[in-house]
């Protein structure tokens, strides 16, 4: 620091400064969801409490750490900035996807691991009537899951206990819009 007229003394002032160290953005695995329907998503609380969600379509709340998205239009990638207690703001990013072509849809695989990210395995029908029923076998043919239902999901466990991992045969029965009687079978994969 110098003063004016006094360029030839200058004083040092030595202070330290506190230099917070900034947090790595992540990318969310993409949600998917059928038009019409909704879902609960959050975000992490780790390294922050104040959060905001753009652009603000399709949510309940936009400044929140846990919103419902709305499916009610295009695809939409969501920037949510988390500031954390020093105003450094993180930004991660989260895609949904919305299922729209008519028919059924059903995950390939899934990890019921309880992370809050593909934990259950659920058939979506997209313009179809109603679900007649779902069921899930393992390799030697007993029924790990039934239901009728729709919107009930398998969780990845048999008779209490978790599911092995591998792969499971799933049956889907529903009614198109004209009453005919659809049936569908597919394999699924059990990822521990």
């Known amino acids: 620091m110098t003063a004016l007229g006094c360029e030839a003394f200058p004083k040092s002032v ?10 790595k953005g992540v990318r969310y695995k993409t949600i998917t969801v059928p038009q019409g329907s909704s879902h609960f998503i959050h975000v992490r609380d780790t390294i922050g409490s104040a959060y905001l969600w753009t652009p603000q379509q399709q949510l309940s ?5 846990y919103t ?24 991660d990013t989260l895609l949904m996807q919305i299922l729209k072509k008519p028919g059924y849809y059903l995950a390939t695989a899934f990890t019921p691991n309880s992370d809050g990210l593909n934990d259950f395995l659920t058939p979506y029908l997209i313009g179809m009537k109603s679900l007649k029923s779902f069921s899930v076998f393992n390799r030697w043919g007993n029924m ?41 079978k597919g394999t699924v994969t059990v990822i521990r």
Do not use: M
């Not at 030595?14 to 947090?23: E, F, R, W």
């Not at 398998?154 to 198109?176: F, H, I, P």
């Open 144 to 184: 790990v899951f039934h239901s009728v239902k729709y919107g009930e999901s398998w969780d990845g466990r048999y008779k209490g206990q978790d599911a092995e991992s591998g792969v499971y045969v799933w049956t889907l029965e529903y009614l198109d819009d004209n009453n005919n009687l659809i049936k569908q």
């Open 14 to 23: 030595t202070k330290q400064v506190q230099i917070n160290p900034g947090h």
């Open 68 to 91: 419902e998205f709305f499916a009610t239009g295009e695809d939409i990638k969501y920037l949510i900035g988390i500031t954390d207690g020093h105003t450094c703001v993180t930004t």
């Open 61 to 65: 709340s936009y400044n929140t750490q």
